[in-house]
């Protein structure tokens, strides 16, 4: 069974800081990991996914996550947050052999002018 | 490329009514899913079809929701009756195939509200 936690429910940084989503999963299986951002009243955007390639993924508007399988984690990362990354950020890991996307309960970031 | 549409966007029914959402996926895309998102929680899978065959209903509520996707295109959600619990965001997606690699695509939404 797979199973995703989300170990921050909110994160406030000020604009122009660094931003650290935290985000560890459990798979039987060889995970694909996923990180999407909701942006209120908008529906699920995809930032960047893991699929057993290279550990070090980076996705859209500068934001990159990091696989670490010793560490079960996959903790999404920017190096300067911008008023617009204020939104609700979901991990999600699935299998390469089943079908099912399991969603983490998500991380709201706040940024401070 | 257009993306998931879903209608309505919003809808307020009063309980024991019932309501139908519909989607249409991105073209091609054989996969379909309907997640509900209550406020304050992560997306959880409610169906998902593979063409238009069910491939995971397991945690449909049977008893008053069902799901169709004929012709494996378009797809609609149906609630009936509603029950105040209910109240959520029914989201549609859809990918290429099956597989965990595939990336989820997502609709905005709809937004129902049970009185």
């Known amino acids: 069974a797979q199973s995703v936690t989300q170990l921050d429910s909110h994160v406030s940084v000020s604009e122009g800081t660094p931003v650290l989503l935290r985000c560890n999963y459990s798979?039987?299986?060889?995970?694909?990991l996923f990180w999407y951002v909701q942006h209120p009243n908008k529906g699920l955007q995809l930032l960047l996914k893991y699929t057993s390639a290279a550990t070090l993924v980076k996705g859209i508007n500068g934001f990159e996550a990091e696989f670490k399988k010793s560490e079960t984690s996959f903790h999404l990362t920017k190096p300067s947050a911008h008023m617009s990354d204020a939104a609700e950020y979901f991990c999600?890991?699935?299998?390469?052999?089943?079908?099912?996307?399991?969603f983490g309960p998500g991380t709201r970031l706040s940024v401070l002018p | 490329e257009a993306g998931v549409a879903q209608s309505p966007r919003y809808k307020i029914i009063e309980k024991r009514q019932s309501v139908a959402f519909w989607c249409n996926p991105i073209s091609g895309h054989a996969t379909l899913y309907w997640y509900q998102q209550i406020l304050g929680q992560g997306p959880k899978l409610l169906i998902q079809f593979q063409n238009n065959g069910v491939v995971d209903d397991s945690q449909l509520p049977k008893d008053r929701f069902s799901a169709e996707r004929l012709k494996g295109v378009d797809s609609t959600l149906k609630i009936q009756p509603a029950k105040l619990e209910d109240s959520a965001v029914y989201l549609c997606?859809?990918?290429?195939?099956?597989?965990?690699?595939?990336?989820?695509?997502f609709g905005e939404g709809s937004w129902l509200t049970v009185v």
């Open positions: 997606a859809s990918s290429l195939g099956r597989g965990a690699g595939n990336t989820i695509y």
């Open positions: 999600v890991v699935g299998t390469n052999y089943g079908q099912n996307f399991v």
């Open positions: 798979s039987s299986y060889s995970p694909s």
